[in-house]
């Protein structure tokens, strides 16, 4: 937490890990365009895609899980013309996308058609869903693949999902491999086990949340990048009154109180409270790149906004240290 000196422009490239390639320290997740809780048109997505490249973006992480393809096909048609080269891709497996069922499991994504992903860590279930999402995005490589919310599965994710790919990036196939949870704990023992190159990790690290931190020094030790996602907490740290959502559910009272403390010491120096949860991920040392989530072009506008925010490096710590 006390090293939170401001690094340079986060346009310039920051490379994800020794072998990984090199990534804007401001990535676009696009859970929210494959219409994560509500629906969101075509032409809003593009646009949102739109506004991130206009930005300076040039980290993109999607998974077929995210409006189970959805997200993905239209990540890759809103891609489509840009230099390959002039961006870094990502998706995830552990979940593939099957034909629904008669009875359909609960999902927080809206108007998703006929399939719905199941999970599997299987060598054969890897390669089928890397295929799958090379089709739905319409591309013949992917930069970046994660192994997937292996909460349950995590015996199967050490010896099936993360030897395939291991095998595949020694064949050149990807550039970087690792893995995306919601917790620390189990990444970390697979940062302890398996030669990873990066790590996501969404909602751990934040303001309000410092759990990932243990995890975030071994990476720093180790070399392995890290991507942070969640870093609003389900938007509580952008406007407590207005999104009193703490990880994907209703805030606790405890939860809103600290927010709106945090907020009281941002207002007090003249900062967004946005800004400053954003730029908090964005100064630890170990992170490569923050993940943004937006739906539209007004929200990821707000995310620019907050990264080109200036607050003194005394300012963030002294917030920081609030939460």
């Known amino acids: 937490m006390d090293d939170l000196t401001a690094r340079a422009d986060w346009r310039a490239p920051r490379s994800l890990g020794p072998r990984g390639p090199a990534v804007t320290g401001l990535g676009l997740g696009t859970a ?52 390959r080269d002039a961006y870094v891709l990502a998706t995830k497996v552990g979940r593939v996308l099957e034909p629904a069922g008669a009875e359909r499991a609960d999902t927080i994504f809206t108007d998703v058609g006929d399939v719905e992903p199941h999970f599997d860590y299987s060598r054969d279930a890897v390669l089928r869903s890397l295929e799958d999402s090379l089709t739905r995005l319409g591309t013949d490589r992917i930069d970046v ?26 064949e050149g196939v990807v550039q970087a491999i690792g893995s995306g949870m919601n917790q620390s704990q189990m990444l970390d023992r697979f940062v302890e086990q398996v030669d990873l190159d990066c790590v996501l990790l969404a909602g751990r690290y934040s303001l309000l949340d ?4 243990e995890l975030l020094a071994r990476c720093a030790e180790r070399g392995v990048g890290v991507i942070l996602g969640g870093v609003f907490n389900t938007g509580v740290l952008i406007d407590p009154d207005l999104h009193r959502t703490y990880d994907y559910a209703p805030a606790s009272t405890t939860v809103l109180e600290r927010a ?3 907020r009281t010491v941002c207002n007090e120096h003249g900062v967004p409270l946005g800004a400053a949860a954003l730029q908090f991920a964005m100064r630890h040392p170990a992170v490569a790149t923050v993940l943004v989530g937006a739906r539209s072009p007004a929200e990821i506008a707000l995310d620019l906004e907050f990264a080109a925010t200036p607050i003194d490096d005394g300012v963030l710590r002294e917030i920081a240290r609030t939460g």
């Open 32 to 83: 929210p365009i494959g219409n994560m809780f509500s629906v969101v048109t075509d032409d809003d997505a593009f646009a949102t895609v739109d506004g991130a490249w206009n930005g300076g973006v040039r980290y993109f992480d999607t998974a077929p899980l995210y409006g189970h393809g959805r997200s993905e096909q239209r990540l890759g048609r809103a891609l489509q013309g840009r230099p």
């Open 260 to 262: 709106r403390r945090l």
């Open 145 to 170: 693949a994660l192994v997937h919310d292996p909460d349950l599965h995590e015996g199967d994710a050490l010896a099936h999902a993360f030897p395939t790919l291991l095998q595949l990036r020694d």
């Open 210 to 213: 410092r759990d990932g931190e």
